[in-house]
């Protein structure tokens, strides 16, 4: 496997289920990110790791929660969402992340995982 | 306050023909950097090119060529002789150097070229 890899690539759940996104990277990078993509509205970042620490995490509902136990995978638990909680939910994950120190290092993306909220 | 602007939300061409996507950007940071991502029907997004704010240079890639000009803030992206497989939503996006873990997107504009 190369790149960003997201499983899975496609979710429906209920309200009330308890599911798991997972992300993972192979390209030695120390930084990972999860965005949500809905219709018609920018990506929007949700949590940064940098080095398997929250650095960012942009103002998200608790129902929301990440989890990064080592640099190379991300995980996004989800519990409760809502119906407008459906939308693409990607992945990225960069060489070093707010460490380098004013610059920005490239991110790359995952495929992403489309969520279905019933 | 950073903002990118994709005004173009769906363009449409016939293969061969040359297209530009706009981008115009804000920013009070006077180091930032600039991207352009591609985003075919499977969802990944696709590293296209970075830019930092001080290298004005344009950039030439194959097909694909890009035009920064800091005097109107804007960071435009054009596709020589479009192909089907161009087909796609494309994002232009910005990060300052405050604050390097956030990207900031567009809207996206969505390319569609016909045969």
């Known amino acids: 496997e190369t790149g960003v890899t997201q499983t899975p690539r496609h979710l429906v759940m209920g309200m009330t289920n308890k599911k798991s996104l997972k992300c993972e990277q192979h390209l030695g990078h120390n930084a990972m990110y999860w965005y949500k993509q809905s219709a018609k509205k920018p990506l929007e970042l949700m949590f940064v790791y940098s080095l398997e620490e929250r650095v960012e995490n942009n103002s998200v509902p608790s129902r929301f929660s990440p989890e990064c136990p080592n640099s190379s995978h991300l995980f996004l638990h989800l519990h409760t969402l809502q119906p407008e909680d459906s939308a693409l939910y990607l992945c990225?994950?960069?060489?070093?992340?707010?460490?380098?120190?004013?610059?920005?290092?490239?991110?790359?993306f995952g495929p992403g995982t489309r969520l279905t909220v019933l | 306050a950073q903002k990118v602007t994709q005004a173009q939300t769906e363009i449409s061409v016939v293969e061969k023909e040359d297209v530009t996507l706009d981008c115009v950007y804000e920013t009070r940071d006077t180091t930032y950097y600039l991207f352009w991502y591609k985003q075919p029907p499977s969802g990944e997004l696709v590293f296209l090119i970075r830019r930092n704010s001080f290298d004005e240079q344009n950039e030439i890639s194959g097909r694909y060529s890009w035009n920064f000009q800091k005097s109107t803030s804007s960071f435009n992206f054009t596709i020589t002789a479009s192909q089907v497989v161009d087909s796609a939503v494309y994002f232009c996006a910005l990060s300052e150097a405050e604050d390097t873990d956030k990207l900031i997107f567009g809207t996206g504009t969505r390319l569609q070229v016909f045969p």
């Open positions: 990225a994950s960069s060489q070093d992340g707010g460490l380098a120190g004013g610059v920005t290092d490239t991110q790359y």
